[in-house]
């Protein structure tokens, strides 16, 4: 039984050691499908990146990051400014 609930435990542990980091922050002034797929790209560019998904009707990008790496609030408003739109980072 303790060897059960070591392995359920090491194997618990193991999977949100790599479980990969998520944020998601909303957008605003995104209106079309273009705006989406320039957000995407953007944000794609980036290293620290590993997908991008972005919900136009929700008005929000969904970043996930490789291992170990993120991108700064300051980086993530300047890459939104840039493309032309504002950033809220209260999204959930």
């Known amino acids: ?3 059960i609930l070591l392995t ?3 194997s ?3 999977f949100a050691a790599h479980a990969a980091q998520t944020e998601t922050v909303g957008v605003k002034g995104m209106v079309c499908s273009f705006c989406a797929q ?3 790209k953007k944000f794609k560019e ?3 990146v590993e997908n ?3 919900s136009l ?3 929000y990008v969904k970043l996930t990051y490789k291992d170990g790496k993120t991108l700064s609030h300051d980086k993530i408003e300047s890459l939104l400014k840039e493309a032309g739109y504002e950033v809220s980072f209260d999204k959930k």
Do not use: H, R, Y
């Open 1 to 3: 039984m303790k060897a």
């Open 8 to 10: 359920v435990l090491l």
């Open 12 to 14: 618990t542990f193991s």
């Open 38 to 40: 320039g957000i995407t």
């Open 46 to 48: 980036q290293p620290e």
């Open 52 to 54: 991008v998904d972005v």
């Open 57 to 59: 009707e929700n008005k």
